[in-house]
């Protein structure tokens, strides 16, 4: 599993990168629309550029969504680890030195 660093890092990035698309496209949608100064190619292609600048905005966005969901999730996982080691100790099946070395690393992970 990735490091946390590296999970918010590419949350970061991915959604730097959909914002950067996200004005880009509406850059492109107001030179479009903007007057009749535009050459054929743009005519042509402005669309498809503002139809791929929204299809990144998307995808960025999808993957941010993803890694949250890794967070979320990582998180989750943390948080059943020390319940689990919390019922561990509660038994009596841990000693207190492993069930602070224990936590500790559990800990690690967030």
Known sequence: MLE?????ESRNKNIAAGVFSLVASILMLSIFFSGDH????????GPVGIAASAINVAICWRRAAKVDSALIARASTVEDRLDKLERLKRCDMVTPKEY???RQEILKDL
Do not use: C, P, Q, W
Not at 38 to 45: G, I, K, P, S
């Open 4 to 8: 946390l660093g590296n999970l918010i």
């Open 100 to 102: 602070a070395t224990k």
């Open 38 to 45: 535009l050459d054929e190619f743009f005519r042509v292609m």
